[in-house]
Protein backbone atom coordinates (compact mmCIF):
# COMPACT_ATOMS: atom_id res chain seq x y z
CA UNK A 1 0.00 0.00 0.00
CA UNK A 2 1.11 3.53 -0.61
CA UNK A 3 1.46 6.11 1.75
CA UNK A 4 2.56 9.59 2.00
CA UNK A 5 4.26 11.29 4.91
CA UNK A 6 4.23 15.36 5.86
CA UNK A 7 6.61 16.31 7.76
CA UNK A 8 5.63 19.62 8.93
CA UNK A 9 2.14 19.90 10.80
CA UNK A 10 3.06 23.36 10.86
CA UNK A 11 4.87 25.86 8.81
CA UNK A 12 5.49 29.89 9.58
CA UNK A 13 6.78 32.06 7.10
CA UNK A 14 7.29 35.91 6.40
CA UNK A 15 5.37 37.50 3.46
CA UNK A 16 7.49 37.64 0.42
CA UNK A 17 9.90 34.99 1.52
CA UNK A 18 9.99 31.13 0.51
CA UNK A 19 7.70 28.26 1.34
CA UNK A 20 8.84 24.71 1.74
CA UNK A 21 6.46 22.28 2.45
CA UNK A 22 7.87 18.74 3.01
CA UNK A 23 5.98 15.64 1.74
CA UNK A 24 7.62 12.17 1.50
CA UNK A 25 5.82 9.25 -0.19
CA UNK A 26 6.11 5.53 -0.01
CA UNK A 27 5.37 3.33 -3.19
CA UNK A 28 6.06 0.00 -5.13
CA UNK A 29 5.80 1.63 -8.26
CA UNK A 30 5.92 5.15 -9.90
CA UNK A 31 3.18 6.61 -8.24
CA UNK A 32 0.98 9.70 -8.70
CA UNK A 33 1.31 12.51 -6.68
CA UNK A 34 -0.59 15.73 -5.88
CA UNK A 35 -1.02 18.61 -3.22
CA UNK A 36 -4.21 20.39 -2.63
CA UNK A 37 -5.03 23.81 -0.82
CA UNK A 38 -7.64 23.55 1.82
CA UNK A 39 -8.47 27.59 2.66
CA UNK A 40 -10.61 27.92 5.38
CA UNK A 41 -14.38 27.18 5.25
CA UNK A 42 -13.66 26.41 1.87
CA UNK A 43 -13.20 22.79 -0.79
CA UNK A 44 -10.50 21.81 -1.78
CA UNK A 45 -8.27 23.06 -4.91
CA UNK A 46 -5.65 21.02 -7.01
CA UNK A 47 -2.51 22.64 -6.95
CA UNK A 48 -0.28 20.48 -9.12
CA UNK A 49 0.09 16.95 -10.16
CA UNK A 50 3.16 14.50 -10.76
CA UNK A 51 2.09 11.49 -13.18
CA UNK A 52 5.51 10.12 -14.52
CA UNK A 53 6.00 13.20 -17.27
CA UNK A 54 8.48 16.17 -15.85
CA UNK A 55 9.92 15.72 -12.39
CA UNK A 56 9.49 19.38 -12.21
CA UNK A 57 5.58 20.37 -11.65
CA UNK A 58 4.03 23.51 -12.00
CA UNK A 59 0.98 24.63 -10.44
CA UNK A 60 -1.21 27.80 -9.78
CA UNK A 61 -0.57 30.61 -7.93
CA UNK A 62 3.12 30.22 -8.74
CA UNK A 63 3.89 26.83 -6.56
CA UNK A 64 5.56 24.32 -8.17
CA UNK A 65 7.11 20.79 -6.57
CA UNK A 66 9.94 18.68 -7.64
CA UNK A 67 9.48 14.42 -8.06
CA UNK A 68 12.73 12.83 -6.71
CA UNK A 69 12.55 8.93 -6.70
CA UNK A 70 16.18 8.64 -4.92
CA UNK A 71 14.56 10.61 -2.14
CA UNK A 72 11.31 10.05 -2.15
CA UNK A 73 10.05 13.15 -1.88
CA UNK A 74 7.51 15.38 -3.46
CA UNK A 75 8.09 18.90 -1.50
CA UNK A 76 6.20 22.09 -2.31
CA UNK A 77 7.41 24.97 -3.13
CA UNK A 78 7.32 28.95 -3.59
CA UNK A 79 9.44 31.62 -4.26
CA UNK A 80 7.86 34.32 -2.59
CA UNK A 81 4.58 33.45 0.17
CA UNK A 82 1.45 35.66 -0.41
CA UNK A 83 -0.59 36.28 2.81
CA UNK A 84 -3.25 34.84 0.76
CA UNK A 85 -0.80 31.47 0.74
CA UNK A 86 -2.29 30.80 4.15
CA UNK A 87 -4.05 27.86 4.14
CA UNK A 88 -3.59 23.69 5.01
CA UNK A 89 -1.85 22.14 2.31
CA UNK A 90 -2.43 18.18 1.54
CA UNK A 91 0.27 16.31 -0.09
CA UNK A 92 -1.64 13.05 -1.79
CA UNK A 93 -0.81 9.78 -3.08
CA UNK A 94 -3.40 8.07 -5.66
CA UNK A 95 -3.04 3.97 -4.95
CA UNK A 96 -4.62 1.32 -7.02
CA UNK A 97 -8.27 0.22 -5.64
CA UNK A 98 -10.28 -2.76 -5.99
CA UNK A 99 -11.70 -3.30 -9.92
CA UNK A 100 -8.53 -1.77 -11.47
CA UNK A 101 -9.95 1.88 -10.30
CA UNK A 102 -8.03 4.19 -7.62
CA UNK A 103 -8.43 6.31 -4.13
CA UNK A 104 -6.60 8.75 -3.13
CA UNK A 105 -4.58 8.67 0.22
CA UNK A 106 -3.84 11.66 2.06
CA UNK A 107 -1.22 13.31 4.19
CA UNK A 108 -2.09 14.96 7.68
CA UNK A 109 -2.18 18.08 6.35
CA UNK A 110 0.45 21.23 7.04
CA UNK A 111 -0.79 24.63 8.11
CA UNK A 112 0.81 27.13 6.53
CA UNK A 113 0.52 30.89 8.30
CA UNK A 114 1.99 34.04 6.75
CA UNK A 115 3.46 36.81 8.77
CA UNK A 116 3.23 40.25 7.69
CA UNK B 1 -12.66 20.93 -13.97
CA UNK B 2 -16.01 19.84 -13.16
CA UNK B 3 -18.24 22.44 -10.94
CA UNK B 4 -19.32 20.25 -7.73
CA UNK B 5 -22.35 21.24 -5.36
CA UNK B 6 -23.06 19.60 -1.96
CA UNK B 7 -26.40 20.32 0.07
CA UNK B 8 -26.81 20.74 3.05
CA UNK B 9 -23.83 23.15 3.36
CA UNK B 10 -24.08 22.59 6.90
CA UNK B 11 -26.75 21.44 9.34
CA UNK B 12 -27.25 20.29 13.23
CA UNK B 13 -28.67 16.86 14.13
CA UNK B 14 -30.13 15.58 17.28
CA UNK B 15 -28.31 12.15 18.05
CA UNK B 16 -29.85 9.06 16.47
CA UNK B 17 -31.47 10.82 13.05
CA UNK B 18 -30.27 10.51 10.20
CA UNK B 19 -29.15 12.70 7.66
CA UNK B 20 -28.76 12.10 3.72
CA UNK B 21 -26.13 14.85 2.11
CA UNK B 22 -26.51 15.34 -1.75
CA UNK B 23 -23.80 15.62 -4.69
CA UNK B 24 -24.22 17.22 -7.78
CA UNK B 25 -21.94 17.16 -10.43
CA UNK B 26 -22.27 19.66 -13.88
CA UNK B 27 -20.88 17.13 -15.98
CA UNK B 28 -21.14 13.22 -16.33
CA UNK B 29 -18.35 11.46 -14.37
CA UNK B 30 -17.48 7.62 -13.78
CA UNK B 31 -16.40 8.11 -10.32
CA UNK B 32 -17.01 10.18 -7.60
CA UNK B 33 -15.92 9.86 -4.03
CA UNK B 34 -17.19 10.46 -0.33
CA UNK B 35 -14.40 11.47 2.34
CA UNK B 36 -15.08 12.65 6.11
CA UNK B 37 -12.73 15.19 7.38
CA UNK B 38 -13.12 15.16 11.14
CA UNK B 39 -12.29 18.97 13.09
CA UNK B 40 -8.62 19.59 12.27
CA UNK B 41 -7.78 16.36 10.95
CA UNK B 42 -7.11 14.84 7.18
CA UNK B 43 -9.55 13.33 4.88
CA UNK B 44 -10.47 9.91 5.36
CA UNK B 45 -12.01 8.10 2.23
CA UNK B 46 -15.55 6.69 3.35
CA UNK B 47 -16.74 5.21 -0.32
CA UNK B 48 -16.15 4.84 -3.84
CA UNK B 49 -19.58 5.31 -5.63
CA UNK B 50 -19.05 4.35 -9.23
CA UNK B 51 -22.27 4.15 -11.17
CA UNK B 52 -24.33 0.82 -11.93
CA UNK B 53 -22.25 -0.64 -9.13
CA UNK B 54 -22.21 -1.15 -5.18
CA UNK B 55 -20.01 1.30 -3.64
CA UNK B 56 -17.11 0.22 -2.43
CA UNK B 57 -16.60 0.79 1.35
CA UNK B 58 -13.03 1.57 2.86
CA UNK B 59 -12.06 -0.05 6.25
CA UNK B 60 -13.69 1.14 9.12
CA UNK B 61 -16.98 2.50 7.44
CA UNK B 62 -19.69 0.54 6.73
CA UNK B 63 -22.70 0.28 4.33
CA UNK B 64 -25.37 0.21 7.37
CA UNK B 65 -24.27 3.27 8.66
CA UNK B 66 -22.67 5.26 5.44
CA UNK B 67 -25.49 4.13 2.80
CA UNK B 68 -24.57 5.58 -0.55
CA UNK B 69 -26.73 5.75 -3.85
CA UNK B 70 -25.39 6.78 -7.34
CA UNK B 71 -28.32 6.90 -9.05
CA UNK B 72 -27.25 7.91 -12.43
CA UNK B 73 -23.37 10.15 -13.87
CA UNK B 74 -24.25 13.49 -12.18
CA UNK B 75 -25.55 12.80 -8.81
CA UNK B 76 -24.43 10.70 -5.25
CA UNK B 77 -25.71 10.21 -2.30
CA UNK B 78 -24.10 9.80 1.57
CA UNK B 79 -26.42 9.07 4.20
CA UNK B 80 -25.52 9.09 7.68
CA UNK B 81 -27.48 7.00 10.07
CA UNK B 82 -28.31 6.68 13.33
CA UNK B 83 -25.58 9.72 14.35
CA UNK B 84 -23.77 10.37 17.21
CA UNK B 85 -22.24 13.56 18.70
CA UNK B 86 -18.25 11.47 17.22
CA UNK B 87 -19.89 11.84 13.23
CA UNK B 88 -19.49 15.74 13.63
CA UNK B 89 -17.70 16.09 10.56
CA UNK B 90 -17.30 17.93 7.17
CA UNK B 91 -18.37 15.14 4.76
CA UNK B 92 -17.17 15.71 0.98
CA UNK B 93 -17.79 14.68 -2.28
CA UNK B 94 -15.38 14.49 -5.06
CA UNK B 95 -15.14 13.33 -8.54
CA UNK B 96 -12.18 11.44 -10.53
CA UNK B 97 -11.55 10.01 -14.19
CA UNK B 98 -9.72 6.66 -14.33
CA UNK B 99 -7.11 7.86 -16.74
CA UNK B 100 -5.72 11.39 -15.35
CA UNK B 101 -6.53 10.57 -11.69
CA UNK B 102 -7.22 14.00 -10.44
CA UNK B 103 -10.37 14.59 -8.03
CA UNK B 104 -12.09 17.84 -7.82
CA UNK B 105 -14.09 18.25 -4.40
CA UNK B 106 -17.05 19.64 -3.51
CA UNK B 107 -17.47 22.12 -1.06
CA UNK B 108 -18.73 20.03 2.25
CA UNK B 109 -21.11 19.54 4.32
CA UNK B 110 -20.47 20.32 7.83
CA UNK B 111 -22.11 18.57 10.45
CA UNK B 112 -22.82 18.71 13.95
CA UNK B 113 -24.69 16.38 15.96
CA UNK B 114 -25.69 17.35 19.68
Known amino acids: AQSVTQLDSHVSVSEGTPVLLRCNYS??????LFWYVQHPNKGLQLLLK??????LVKGINGFEAEFKKSETSFHLTKPSAHMSDAAEYFCVVSDTALGGTYKYIFGTGTRLKVLA | SAVISQKPSRDICQRGTSLTIQCQVD?????MFWYRQQPGQSLTLIAT?????????ESGFVIDKFPISRPNLTFSTLTVSNMSPEDSSIYLCSVGEQLRREQYFGPGTRLTVT
Open chain 2, 49 to 57: ANQGSEATY
Open chain 1, 27 to 32: SSYSPS
Open chain 2, 27 to 31: SQVTM
Open chain 1, 50 to 55: YTSAAT
